[in-house]
């Protein structure tokens, strides 16, 4: 996928907008750090899930009960609020975090010390399971990587929807299909030799071989840079920031 996502004067045509949701949990506006909550529950509850399954070896339903029970707590006592951007990546803040929530729990060996007698929260879980499954059996070191690969799919895929969100509000559903069938089916196939050609492309959807070429390198920019823009507001700084696009895309901002 990367090589199909490199940059070039992203920079320049594309500035991120998106606000850091990391800095925004501490904000003094009660509704501002409940809708930066709600981004970075998005963003790390699969995550969070996988990392539980794998590295806990936990059942679907106890990692589901500890994935909400996690998320909860952090809610109620605005946990994620202290973290300090000088000592830590958030990701690693967060993943150490629900390292100590998991022997918190059980240590304490009871439900409710999970958040299930407390509130609950609307978490995206459908399908989580399946992917996993999806992928077989992972060793020890694989289970460490769970956690980012589940992060990093999950930022891609609201890029992904950003991208569609775009093409039809711009009336540019061609742009879309053509960015669906060019880059992501072949990807999530694992059929990058069946990948079709433009000419292919051209002759589905009635279109010159040119428009193809320059309908997906629109496509392909402003992916990129929804990409960037989902990417800064899950980072706490300028510096994570282009630590995480150079490691993502191979970018240097």
């Known amino acids: 996928m990367a090589s199909d996502f ?42 969070v899930y996988a990392h ?82 999806r992928e077989g059996p992972r060793d020890a070191n694989a289970a460490e990587q769970a956690f980012e690969t589940e992060w990093t799919r999950t930022l891609f895929a609201a890029a992904v929807d950003a991208l569609e969100a775009r093409c039809k509000d711009e009336g540019k559903e061609t742009y879309f299909a053509l960015f669906k069938r060019y880059v992501l089916e072949p990807e999530i196939d694992g059929a990058e030799d069946r990948r079709p050609s433009y000419a292919e492309l051209a002759a589905e959807h009635a279109l010159s071989v040119t428009d193809v070429t320059n309908y997906l390198a629109w496509s392909r920019r402003t ?25 993502l895309l191979g970018v240097e901002l």
């Open 223 to 247: 992916f990129r840079a929804l990409v960037l823009e989902e990417l800064r507001a899950l980072t706490a700084s300028d510096d994570e920031w282009r630590s995480e696009a150079r490691a």
């Open 52 to 133: 539980v399954r794998l590295r806990w070896n936990r059942s679907p339903a106890d990692a589901r009960d500890l994935t909400q029970g996690f998320f909860a707590r952090a809610f109620e006592k605005r946990q994620l609020a202290t973290y300090d951007r000088e000592k830590a990546t958030f990701r690693t803040y967060l993943k150490a975090s629900l390292d100590h929530f998991v022997l918190e729990c059980d240590r304490a060996d009871k439900r409710d010390k999970r958040g299930g007698g407390a509130m609950r929260l609307s978490l995206d879980l459908d399908g989580a399971e399946e992917l996993l499954s």
């Open 6 to 47: 490199e940059t070039g004067g992203l920079k320049r045509q594309f500035p991120p907008t998106r606000r850091s949701a990391v800095a925004l949990l501490g904000s003094g506006d009660a509704a501002e750090a409940a809708r930066a909550f709600a981004t970075l529950v998005k963003a790390y509850t699969r995550p």
